[in-house]
């Protein structure tokens, strides 16, 4: 697997969504990483984040009061055929929203890059900008839902509206291992399997911090999926997640995915 480090891809030509006859057509035919992500960081799908994402970039917080913000959906970052697929909540709004990159410029990107660090998945343990140097080898970091949201929150409708983004990443990554960061993405990610013909079991699993549940694919994919509390604060400032917590499941991840 190679390192990558992906620059902010440019925008499409036209707004994407729902409302285009070509959706999610443009999304399920991208043909590389590059092409999903010149249609995702066009998509103006859901009225409410569109309207969120760009009013914090407008209101800014006032440390940040001369940062351009990316005000923008924000792409998956890393190895574009990584074993190992992080799958978060969504963009923080002074976060991703701001910097375009996943878990970069927050205290929650914070946690989970220094993890990644000494797990010897990332060349450095800070994350704090687009252009910092930052590259991950055999992982990948994403989100089932690609705007921030006001009070961090998704709505359902919107989870299933950007549901196609997540999908295909999948398909073009091919990850063997998804660490999935809390319930929310993790029942976001046993639904885009559903939707891509994976063997589920039914009643679907419950979200718990180191449950391991193994899917087929008909045509003989397997991917495992290990649950881990997210990296917010309100979950590593209390100790409910500690380092020593995530660096487990993430040399879990890397034996499973070898």
Known sequence: MSPTRRDAPREAGGAVGPDDGTYPLQVRSAGSIAALDQVLVACRACPRLVAWREEVATVKRASFRDDTYWARPVPGFGDERAGVLVVGLAPAAHGANRTGRMFTGD????????????????????????????????????????????????????????????????????????????????????????????????????????????????????????????????????????????????????????
């Open 107 to 258: 205290r929650s990107g914070d946690f989970l890059f220094a993890s990644m660090f000494r797990t010897g998945f990332a060349n450095q343990p800070t994350s704090v900008s687009a252009d910092d140097g930052l590259v991950l080898t055999g992982i990948r970091v994403t989100a089932p839902v690609r705007c921030a949201p006001p009070a961090n929150k998704p709505t359902p409708t919107e989870r299933r509206t950007c549901a196609p983004y997540l999908g295909r990443e999948l398909e073009l990554v091919g990850p063997r291992v998804a660490v999935v960061l809390g319930a929310f993405g993790w029942q976001a990610l046993l639904a885009t399997l559903d939707d891509q013909g994976w063997v589920v079991p039914r009643p679907r699993p419950t979200f718990g911090h180191g449950v391991e549940v193994r899917v087929l694919h008909p045509d003989g994919r397997r991917l495992t999926l290990l649950g881990c509390f997210h990296v917010s604060q309100q979950n590593t400032f209390t100790g409910r997640l500690t380092p020593e917590m995530l660096d487990a499941v993430l040399l879990r991840a890397r034996e499973l995915s070898s």
